[in-house]
């Protein structure tokens, strides 16, 4: 069987652990990330920058549960109107499952495709995106390019959870050369997980640790992060999903 290790927020964590295993692979997982609601501030600029025919682009499940949480009942009829761009199926699925309408969803799901969707239609015009405050600059730097007007809101936290039992025996079983394939969802996620390894064993050694196993990413951000740690991706799923992650190492390598 394949050892796959991956780090995810903590509330994500347990029900990633039971899709991986259900597709046959042995896993190896920490939390990465915790979460936490919005500032208040946020949540005012989000309903003062909204109206007819504004594009919402919702970059996360995540943002939709911080939206569902301060909203409540009046989301769906808050963004009734807006044009509701999702960054991809899981987010369509969780703002199908609020009440809310969504009118687009790119082809790529990622901040390029996001981009690429709606670049030819936002010169001057407001832009609102509801993600985390840990987001790319790789969304408002394309739509600005584009002529946007943007509204950035930071619909919740990301905060590295720090070291933990579970990831220091991630650590020690790729120095060990126990783990066959270390998977990355996010480049803030790569970034923390490349600092704690190099922390732990050194640059130098630690980063020849993580060369000698198979390295996936989520997506293409997640993998222009991983190059720039040093990192080439072996593997990269077509479409950015968690599911299409797994599906393209159990393709590769078996599970």
Known sequence: ?????FTRPSKRLADSIKEAEAMGFTVMAAPSLEISHGDESEF???????GPGIPVIVGSSTAVEECQAHFGDRLPALLEGCRVVSIGPATTRK??????????????YSSYGLVELLKDDVRGRRVVVVRSDSGTDILSDGLREAGADLVDIASYKLKGIGMCPALLHMLMSIKAGRMDVMAFTSPM????????????FG???GDAYLRGVKIAAIGRPTSERLRELGFEPDIVPENTTFHDMLQAISDKLGA
């Open 1 to 5: 069987m394949t050892v796959l290790g």
């Open 44 to 50: 005012e600029r989000l309903e003062a920058s909204i």
């Open 95 to 108: 703002l199908r499952s609020a009440g809310v309408r969504v009118d687009d969803e790119p082809e790529d």
């Open 189 to 200: 996620s790569a970034s923390s997980f490349v600092g704690h390894l190099e922390q732990q």
């Open 203 to 205: 640059k130098e050694r």
